[in-house]
C-alpha cells in the first residue's frame, strides 16, 4: 500500500473524510452558515483521538488502563515518599473524588500504591506510591514521553509553543 504523498489528507481514510471534503459539502448545502468551527473542532477531535490511542496503548502493555497511569504519574510528580489525600489527587487530576475511589482500589489490589492514616488528622487517608508503583511510574513516564514525541515529531519548538497557547485559550 502506497503512502499519501499529501501531509494534508495523509491517514485520513482511518479517521473519516478529509476535513476539506466535509467544509465544502457543507458550504455546498447551507452556503448560509460557516462551517470553519466544525473543521477546527474535527481537528481537535482527530488529533486527540490519536493521542490518547497512542497513550492507551503504551499503557497498557504494563497493565493499566488511562485512569490509573494517571494517578501513578500524578503522585510520581510530587516527589520520592510524599502523599496526597483522595481529595488532592482528584483535584490535581480535575475528578470526583467517587471517582477516586475505584481507581485507588485498583492500584492498592495491584501493590502499586498504599493508603495511610494522616498523622494530622486521623480521620483522612494519605495516598503514596510504593516502591513498585515508583518504579512502575518511573518506566512509564520515559515510554509516555517517547510516544508523546512522536506524536508531535511534526512540529518545530516554536509550533508547540504556539499550539499550547492557542489550546489553552479553548480550554481556559
Given at each position: 500500500m502506497s503512502q499519501d504523498p499529501n501531509p494534508k489528507t495523509r491517514g485520513q481514510a482511518s479517521q473519516g473524510a478529509p476535513l476539506g471534503s466535509i467544509l465544502e459539502q457543507w458550504k455546498r448545502e447551507r452556503p448560509d452558515l460557516d462551517p470553519e468551527p466544525m473543521a477546527v473542532c474535527g481537528a481537535l477531535r482527530r488529533?486527540?483521538?490519536?493521542?490518547?490511542?497512542?497513550?492507551?496503548g503504551n499503557v497498557a502493555a504494563s497493565g493499566l488502563d488511562g485512569p490509573g497511569f494517571d494517578v501513578l504519574l500524578t503522585l510520581r510528580r510530587q516527589g520520592r515518599g510524599e502523599t496526597l489525600?483522595?481529595?488532592?489527587?482528584?483535584?490535581?487530576?480535575?475528578?470526583?473524588?467517587?471517582?477516586?475511589?475505584?481507581r485507588l482500589d485498583r492500584l492498592e489490589k495491584r501493590g502499586l500504591i498504599e493508603r495511610k492514616a494522616d498523622p494530622s488528622d486521623r480521620r483522612s487517608l494519605r495516598v503514596a506510591l510504593t516502591e513498585d508503583g515508583f518504579a512502575l511510574a518511573d518506566e512509564l513516564v520515559v515510554g509516555h514521553l517517547a510516544v508523546e514525541e512522536d506524536l508531535l515529531a511534526p512540529l518545530s519548538g516554536a509550533e508547540r509553543v504556539e499550539l499550547i497557547r492557542l489550546l489553552e485559550k479553548i480550554g481556559a
Open positions: 488529533a486527540n483521538d490519536r493521542v490518547r490511542t497512542a497513550i492507551e489525600t483522595p481529595s488532592e489527587l482528584a483535584g490535581e487530576m480535575m475528578l470526583s473524588t467517587s471517582a477516586m475511589t475505584n
